[in-house]
């Protein structure tokens, strides 16, 4: 069974940062090319960034793009995503996602709130 566990979330000043955290299992991780989505209020997804499955190339959303760095650690099965310069705009739910096959996952999601 495909898990991810997002962590990390929380409530921030504008110009703040936060790192999230996500946790994968029951999938070939070391494979698999992982993603950063959110979903801001009465918005749909949003894509954030990509990592390919080695870690040397990675991509970011125009919006988040020299602000936010996406890494993973293929011995411990964990994508981060460091989310610095923080803005009103980027409050969203975050879910780290994959693919295998036909099927897309994402987990239950960690909240992000920028907020003065």
């Known amino acids: 069974e495909v898990q991810l566990v997002e962590s990390g979330g929380g409530v921030v000043q504008p110009g703040g940062s936060l790192r999230l955290a996500c946790v994968a299992s029951?999938?070939?991780?070391?494979?698999?090319?992982m993603r950063w989505v959110r979903r801001a209020p009465g918005k749909g997804l949003e894509w954030v960034s990509t990592?390919?499955?080695?870690?040397?190339?990675?991509y970011y959303a125009d919006s988040v793009k020299g602000r936010f760095t996406i890494s993973r650690d293929n011995a411990k099965n964990t994508l981060d995503l460091q989310m610095n310069s923080l803005k009103p705009e980027d409050t969203a739910v975050y879910y780290c996602?994959?693919?295998?096959?036909?099927?897309?996952?994402w987990g239950q999601g960690t909240q992000v709130t920028v907020s003065s």
């Open positions: 996602a994959t693919e295998t096959g036909a099927d897309s996952y």
């Open positions: 029951g999938f070939s991780f070391t494979f698999s090319v």
């Open positions: 990592i390919n499955i080695g870690g040397g190339s990675t």
